[in-house]
């Protein structure tokens, strides 16, 4: 039997909470799960969105220097041609979309931080 049940919680460390929580909430479009009453988050050094189960984690940086290797979010979607038209269309800038293996479709972007993710679509097997 696993000591670890899963994965929970991805968590970026960020400079600029308020920025990096527009694009994952507005652009992005993912729920905020907690803290919830507020409009300005450069006050809080955690903020967690609900993606699923594992959720998404903006915790402030503060002075530490971010590294080029960076974690990379991936998140899945039901109509990766949709979902790219979607986001384009909110001014997000997104590689083209990539055919890669079994039967994934891939296309990449940046958030305003310089953080790399992906949106996929994963076809059956």
């Known amino acids: 039997m696993s000591i670890i049940q899963g994965l929970t919680k ?5 400079q600029d909470m308020n920025t990096q929580v527009k694009f994952y909430r ?3 479009g993912l729920k905020i799960d907690s803290p919830t009453a507020t409009d300005n988050f450069n006050n809080h050094i955690w903020v967690e969105f609900s993606t699923g189960e594992c959720s998404l984690v903006l915790h402030a940086s ?4 971010l590294g080029k290797d960076r974690p990379k979010l991936a998140f899945s ?3 990766i041609e949709t979902a790219h038209q979607t986001l384009t269309a909110r001014g997000l800038q997104l590689s083209d ?3 890669r293996l079994h039967n994934v479709k891939v296309a990449d972007g940046i958030d ?3 953080n790399p993710f992906s949106i996929y679509y994963q076809g059956k097997k």
């Not at 991805?10 to 960020?14: A, E, G, P, Q, S």
């Not at 503060?62 to 220097?65: L, S, T």
Request: proline share 5%; charged share 35%; aromatic share 4%.
């Open 26 to 28: 507005d652009i992005l």
């Open 62 to 65: 503060g002075d530490k220097q």
């Open 97 to 99: 979309i990539s055919d």
């Open 10 to 14: 991805t968590i970026l460390y960020v």
């Open 77 to 79: 979607v039901d109509d």
């Open 112 to 114: 305003p931080e310089g």
